[in-house]
């Protein structure tokens, strides 16, 4: 069973403003990860935080983690039309393989 | 392509039909999946190895084989394809010991009539 859920499933905002998506999961992790996947493409890693990090940073990404309720959020700052993706969590629970939510259909318009 | 080389990028199958997903990774990672992609679904794993010599199933197993033939190749196999198998296949892989990032490679279409 998928441990991430992805909120909003899609989103649709215009050029130059800010994206949040949210990610929340069940059980206890080690870290928690975020994907991006550009249609027709495989994913690609964008940033990862760990579960003793509260924010991190990368470019334009901002990412949160709250382990008291088990969510973590993304957001893109000045978001751009070539952010036009799917976004995906991921946790990582130790000596398993990471678990997939189901993506967060993101359209930036021109 | 994140080292990772997925064949073939796109099939039609007729029910019944077997083959083979063939997945290459040039990184030297121990760890190799294999998720299948629908629509409204997210990724599911079907197969995992977390290193040479070993697989485990993963969510959704069934009507799946796996082979992990060396420390490079990990395939996927549908014995006797359905209609139900109609998806993308990502083949991934990931070295614990130095990151945790995973690599996906670009999919395999799959068309199971």
């Known amino acids: 069973s998928q441990q991430g859920e992805e909120d909003p499933q899609a989103l649709s905002i215009q050029e130059g403003e800010n994206a949040t998506m949210n990610c929340s999961y069940k059980t206890s992790i080690n870290n928690l990860q975020w994907y991006r996947q550009n249609s027709g493409r495989g994913l690609v890693h964008l940033i990862l935080?760990?579960?003793?990090?509260r924010e991190k940073h990368s470019g334009r990404l901002r990412v949160t983690l709250d382990t008291s309720k088990k969510s973590s959020s993304l957001l893109i700052t000045a978001s751009r039309a070539a952010d036009t993706a799917s976004y995906f969590c991921?946790?990582?629970?130790?000596?398993?393989?990471?678990?997939f939510g189901k993506g967060t259909r993101l359209s930036v318009i021109a | 392509n994140a080292g990772v080389t997925q064949t073939p990028k796109f099939q039609v199958l007729k029910t019944g039909q077997s083959m083979t997903l063939q997945c290459a990774q040039d990184m030297n990672h121990n760890s190799m999946y294999w998720y299948r992609q629908d629509p409204g679904m997210g990724l599911r794993l079907i197969y995992y190895s977390a290193s040479e010599g070993t697989t485990d199933k993963g969510e959704v197993p069934n009507g799946y084989n796996v082979s992990r033939l060396n420390k490079r190749e990990f395939s996927l196999r549908l014995e006797s394809a359905a209609p139900s198998q109609t998806s993308v296949y990502f083949c991934?892989?990931?070295?614990?010991?130095?990151?945790?990032?995973?690599?996906f490679g670009e999919g395999s279409w799959l068309t199971v009539v």
């Open positions: 991921a946790t990582d629970s130790g000596n398993t393989p990471l678990v």
């Open positions: 991934a892989h990931r070295d614990r010991g130095s990151g945790n990032t995973i690599y």
């Open positions: 935080i760990r579960s003793n990090e």
